[in-house]
């Protein structure tokens, strides 16, 4: 058996590692430690042999460790005061069981077929209760949007009258020819009426106090100055509307609003100018509306 220690020749390879000796020799390396094995954690479940770190088994998912105290709750958050006057309005609250519902407050959904028959039973009682209003608002509708149209009478009465002046001259369209009492005065009490072949809309009046509407004549007769105006349907029943006059000559305009009128009586309450003999006289009177 060859020597180990024999001597060999420079560059020579050897057929092993030979050990390392001297200063650096550390000796052999020492085996690893076994790790430290816990003892198994049977379930209380299902009696499976659990690892120890484990907290729920592994065959039946019961807890491992039922005597492990909960999770702490968080701690609650304190509620901000209410100020004085929630404080005041507020309700006393008052404890329920779970699944409690009061009674007053139980939602029902009301049924699209019960609901619509309803609503047009409510919208049809408020349609009746409203109809004049709506007539009303719907005729004014009517008189801004189109222009009103001359409306001739086609009869002319009058309390009394001057032979010379009777009640056709208010209504025939000319300023220069008026109607008179048959007594001089003030004339109060005393009306001019005209009458139309159908019920008309009146919209608007327009008189022409005194005798003429020229300026040199105005002033020779007494002029009204308060007229009651009264609008009488095809029933006979009245509707009256009061206006004022001013003491000058031409055209004055009243709008009225007028429905269903079969004939129009201008009865005088007060004149101007009704001294020394003369006679209340109006010259002309028109009237603008729709049939």
Not at 45 to 66: E, I, T, Y
Not at 108 to 116: E, F, G, I, K, T
């Amino acid at each position: 058996m060859p020597d180990a220690a024999a001597a060999r020749r420079p560059g020579e390879r050897t057929d092993r590692p030979q050990p390392v000796t001297g200063f650096f020799d550390l000796g052999a390396e020492p085996p690893a430690a076994e790790p430290v094995r816990l003892p198994d954690r049977p379930c209380p479940s299902c009696g499976a042999a659990n690892p120890a770190d484990r907290h729920l088994c592994a065959r039946c998912g019961a807890v491992l460790d039922p005597q492990a105290p909960p999770p702490a709750a968080p701690a609650p958050v304190p509620e901000a005061p209410l100020p004085w006057w929630r404080r005041l309005l507020r309700r006393p609250e008052r404890a329920v069981a779970a699944g409690y519902r009061p009674p007053g407050r139980t939602r029902r959904r009301l049924r699209p077929r019960a609901v619509w028959p309803a609503v047009a039973v409510v919208l049809a009682l408020v349609g009746w209760l409203v109809r004049d209003q709506l007539s009303d608002l719907v005729s004014n509708i009517r008189d801004r949007s189109a222009k009103p149209a001359p409306l001739h009478p086609n009869s002319a009465t009058a309390s009394t009258a001057d032979p010379a002046h009777p009640a056709g001259m208010a209504f025939d369209g000319y300023a220069n020819r008026y109607w008179a009492p048959a007594t001089p005065g003030a004339g109060a009490g005393q009306y001019v009426e005209a009458g139309f072949p159908q019920a008309v809309h009146l919209v608007t009046v327009i008189v022409t106090p005194g005798c003429s509407a020229d300026d040199g004549t105005f002033l020779t007769q007494a002029r009204p100055s308060r007229i009651t105006l009264t609008f009488y349907d095809t029933a006979g029943r009245p509707t009256t509307h009061t206006v004022t006059l001013h003491d000058q000559a031409g055209p004055q305009t009243f709008d009225v609003h007028a429905s269903g009128v079969a004939r129009v009586r201008l009865t005088t309450d007060a004149s101007y100018g009704a001294t020394g003999g003369h006679r209340l006289a109006i010259a002309e009177v028109e009237f603008f509306g729709r049939q």
